[in-house]
């Protein structure tokens, strides 16, 4: 690594280039190329006209999240502290036809203004490194602690009167009944399992005597370093607590209003699945939705519609690619035959691609006005497996189009409905969310450095 102010010599290149081992490594080789007029026209005809159902909600709730991690002095740039903020939009369909169907060339402000009070927002700290919380021996202690305090903080709590903090919803993914088997601090392996319930969320180690959350069952501190940027385990933090978000409002109207879920969809700014240590908590999830949308329908409810949009990665990288092949107001069921074949490369994939982490099906959507949207609808499946049914089974399963009904139309619908200029592929009620989610560099990114520096007295 380079002294402070040492350039760079501008000839560091001569020796990369003229090796031929580098020259032998890139001629070996393989990789993803835009494809030719036959083969795009061939992988074109594999899109069909995009279904309808015109059957919007009367309300639609977005969510999006975002991190900021920055050193607290620039003197001690490994000091870091993290924050995550995660964004609630609640739009009302019939005030947004308003807005819609106005016959003036003005938008009333006063009425753009009220679709932006019905957003909220949760805020999350976390270390970053070199940084100890409540006397903790390391970083990761800290990090520990720190999730358990927010996740059963009264700030997570979304509903009044009843507790629906996020350390409830985890057990309640578990059945209110969630098992530990060794100390994330000490490692020992006990006798006796550490077991927690809604009472007892924090239990005492037997060897260390330090405290086992309910929350380290998400593993978020594994990969947390006493001395490098924490800024992946933040990322993942992020991952989970928005899904664990979005869950708590379906629960919390399964419950209280179901009428109302009836009449709800919701959108995530985020693939439907999650990555991974928690990775494991997706299978709970997709039962828990599974559950619900089937008690729903057996008092004759309709079930709730939920997309994940995805604006970056590879599938997008490859859509965006042959655009040209593709009709307008097209649709395909992204399949793990596709997926092996045009997306990774020739790449044979495992028995069920990312069985450990997915939880919902995508699709690829062109609308009529040349939007590329890549679209995530959940499984109708309780488990991705048995002892009846293996991956490779359920692989197959998860690309019979005909077990997702009308809710394929429903969520296309939904995304013609808000699709807008502004933005690439982007639609109205993610890009509020974003709004509400993000920190910017300049001003709120040297905000929030001056709130830690102030918090901390540095």
């Known amino acids: ?26 001629q070996n080789c393989e990789y993803l190329k835009e494809p030719n007029e036959d083969e795009g026209n061939k992988i074109g005809e594999l899109y069909t006209e995009a279904p309808s159902n015109w059957d919007l909600p009367k309300k639609v709730v977005a969510s999006d999240s975002s991190l900021f991690s920055e050193p607290i002095n620039w003197k001690f740039p490994s000091t870091q502290v993290g924050y ?7 739009i009302d369909i019939d005030e947004f036809e308003w807005l819609k169907n106005t ?31 409540k006397n903790s021996d390391t970083v990761c202690d800290w990090f520990r602690r720190a999730i358990f305090d927010q996740y059963s903080s009264e700030s997570t709590n979304l509903h009044k009167k009843w507790s629906y903090t996020l350390s409830n919803m985890l057990l309640f993914l578990y059945e209110w009944k969630i098992s530990i088997e060794k100390c994330p601090k000490c490692s020992n392996i006990q006798a006796w399992w550490f077991i927690f319930d809604y009472k007892n ?49 379906i629960r919390i109207l399964y419950e209280k209003h179901p009428d109302a879920l009836s009449n709800m969809w919701f959108i995530i700014d985020w693939p439907l699945a999650i990555f991974w240590e928690p990775a494991k908590i997706h299978s709970k999830l997709q039962a828990m939705y599974f559950e619900i949308w089937k008690w729903l329908a057996k008092k004759g409810l309709n079930s709730p519609i939920i997309i994940g949009l995805q604006k970056q990665g590879q599938v997008m990288e490859h859509v965006l690619s042959i655009n040209r092949f593709i009709a307008p107001n097209s649709y395909l069921l992204l399949n793990d035959d596709y997926r092996s074949k045009y997306i990774q490369g020739g790449k044979e994939l495992n028995e069920n691609f990312w069985h450990e982490t997915y939880y919902w099906q995508d699709f690829i959507l062109k609308t009529s006005t040349w939007k590329i949207f890549c679209v995530w609808i959940p499984y109708p499946f309780e488990k991705k497996s048995n002892d009846k049914m293996t991956k490779k089974d359920f692989s197959n399963q998860k690309a019979d189009i005909s077990i997702y009904k009308n809710s394929i139309g429903k969520a296309f619908d939904l995304i013609r409905y808000f699709e807008f200029d502004l933005y690439e592929n982007a639609i109205i009620p993610v890009a509020l969310a974003h709004r509400h989610a993000s920190i910017s560099l300049v001003p709120w990114g040297k905000v929030l450095d001056i709130l830690t520096k102030t918090g901390l007295n540095s």
């Open 84 to 90: 995550v903020k995660v964004s609630l939009v609640l």
């Open 1 to 26: 690594m380079p002294y402070n102010w040492e350039r760079a010599w501008k000839g560091w290149h001569t020796d990369i280039v003229k090796n031929p081992d580098v020259s032998d490594f890139l």
């Open 103 to 133: 016959t003036s060339r003005y938008v009333d402000p006063f009425k753009v203004a009220k679709i932006h009070r019905n957003a909220d927002a949760i805020s999350f700290t976390l270390p970053g490194s070199n940084i100890r919380y």
């Open 201 to 249: 969320q924090v239990l005492k180690c037997d060897s260390c005597s330090w405290d086992v959350f309910v929350t380290d069952k998400l593993r978020l501190h594994e990969q947390v370093d006493d001395y490098w940027s924490n800024t992946s385990s933040i990322t993942r933090f992020m991952n989970v607590t928005e899904h664990l978000l979005l869950a708590s409002i």
